[in-house]
C-alpha cells in the first residue's frame, strides 16, 4: 500500500531552520498535488503549502509566506518543505499529504497522510 514517510523534524532555536522530507512508496505521486500540513498541541490540524504535480504552482498560507518552501522531485517520489526564519509559533507536528486534484491548492480531498516528524521551535 502507499506509504509516506516524514523525516528531518526536530528541536532548532527561533530564527533557526529545517529542512523536512516526505519519501513515498507503494505507488507513485507524480500526478498528485502534494503538500504539508500542521497540527500544534490542542490545535486542529492547519494546512501549510502546496506544489503542482510539475512543480509549477505553488502555495502557502499566510503565516508561512516568505519563510518556507515547498519543493518536489518526482523521479525521487519526495516532496520537501524548506523552513527558514522560525518561530516558536511554528511549533507542531508536520504532515506529508496528497491530493490527486490537479486543481487543489489547499488540498481538501487529502488520500494520503504520512505520520508526522515533530518540529520544535524554542523562543
Known amino acids: 500500500q502507499a506509504q509516506l514517510v516524514e523525516s528531518g523534524g526536530g528541536l532548532v532555536q527561533a530564527g533557526g531552520s529545517l529542512r523536512l522530507s516526505c519519501a513515498a512508496s507503494?505507488?507513485?505521486?507524480?500526478?498528485?498535488?502534494m503538500g504539508w500540513f500542521r497540527q500544534a498541541p490542542g490545535q486542529e490540524r492547519e494546512f501549510v503549502a502546496s506544489i503542482s504535480w510539475n512543480g509549477g504552482r505553488t502555495y502557502y498560507t499566510d503565516s508561512v509566506k516568505g519563510r518556507f518552501t515547498i519543493s518536489r522531485d518526482n523521479a525521487k517520489n519526495t516532496i520537501y518543505l524548506q523552513m527558514n526564519s522560525l518561530k516558536p509559533e511554528d511549533t507542531a507536528v508536520y504532515y506529508c499529504?496528497?491530493?490527486?486534484?490537479?486543481?487543489?491548492?489547499?488540498?481538501?480531498?487529502?488520500?494520503?497522510w504520512g505520520q508526522g516528524t515533530q518540529v520544535t521551535v524554542s523562543s
Open positions: 499529504a496528497a491530493d490527486p486534484r490537479p486543481t487543489a491548492q489547499t488540498m481538501g480531498v487529502v488520500v494520503s
Open positions: 507503494g505507488r507513485t505521486f507524480s500526478s498528485y498535488v
